[in-house]
């Protein structure tokens, strides 16, 4: 997963200097490729590019800090760079839609609304839900106070004092019609505290739930406290698949939040990930009478 390295360093540093001033230029040194090598594999990677990431990340930031402090728009505008207030509130109403002080009024007095309900009303998250071996011991809602990008991101954590033998997921699945003989690449972005292990994950399956195609990361897992970072599965889609499920797997305890997953095609140049290949087995059966 060479391109998807390269990406992640490039987030890594990202998001350790996000209220400082990041150049382009620096990135050669950091990273150890050119600027333009980085520009290009990024964009293929997360479907933005390097700026535009900065941006967004940013605003989603002062989002936060507009709702969870009583810091002036002037302070959290330079804070992240932006040479003033008027800048700062442009490019924060073209994402978020209103402008930042009538975003902390109006976000905060829904909150307050939200809270209230959700005291008496479990959350329901369209599209997701919550598997595993022991869900009494998991629990997954949406958090809008931690995010990657955008309001929201989802949350999946630990409730009781789930082992290494206990697993929870926020999982959902769709048929594979629109994918089939195709290979493609699942990526997202997760946020980790304190997690024994956990990874994103991505299967094929065909007709009778025989799974095809599989991997959930375990060879490069996640575990403990991270920021925010890119990962991704690269998978082949066979003609005969039917449904595709994906999520994401906490296994024991702590948090993890995710965001931002996106499917794409991508072509035989990227490797799959797929736990179940055999191209490594031999042609033959070998030293059948063991004098070998």
């Known amino acids: ?68 402090t009583e810091e002036s728009i002037l302070t959290i505008g330079f804070l992240f760079r932006f040479q003033s207030q008027e800048a700062f509130s442009r490019a924060f109403k073209e994402v978020y839609s209103l402008p ?84 493609i690449k699942m990526s997202c972005f997760l946020k980790t505290e304190q997690v024994t292990k956990c990874g994103a994950w991505l299967r094929i399956d065909n007709v009778s739930g025989d799974t095809l195609q599989f991997d959930n990361m375990d060879s490069r897992s996640i575990h403990g406290t991270t920021d925010w970072n890119h990962y991704s599965i690269v998978l082949d889609v066979p003609e005969e698949s039917a449904s595709i499920y994906f999520g994401v797997l906490l296994v024991g305890k702590g948090k993890v939040w995710a965001d931002g997953f996106r499917f794409e095609e991508v072509n035989e140049k990227v490797d799959s990930t797929n736990m179940l290949f055999q191209d490594n087995l031999p042609k033959q059966p070998l030293n059948l009478d063991f004098s070998e």
Do not use: C
């Open 100 to 183: 930042p002080g009538k975003y902390r009024q109006l976000m905060r007095a829904v909150r307050i609304i939200k809270e209230e309900n959700d005291l008496n009303n479990q959350e329901q998250i369209n599209g997701w839900n919550l598997s595993g071996s022991y869900t009494e011991l998991y629990d997954l809602t949406v958090d809008d106070k931690v995010f990657h990008t955008g309001t929201k991101s989802g949350l999946l954590f630990a409730k009781g004092e789930a082992n290494e033998q206990q697993f929870g997921t926020m999982m959902q699945g769709f048929q594979a019609e629109n994918y089939k003989n195709k290979r």
């Open 1 to 68: 997963m060479y391109y998807s390295e390269i990406t992640r360093k490039t987030v890594s540093y990202i998001e350790s200097n996000l209220t400082e001033d990041i150049n382009l230029n620096s990135f050669t040194s950091v990273i150890g490729y050119s600027k333009y090598h980085l520009s290009r594999l990024f964009k293929k990677d997360t479907g933005k590019s390097i700026v535009e990431y900065i941006r967004l990340r940013r605003l989603a930031l002062a989002a936060t800090l507009l709702l969870e």
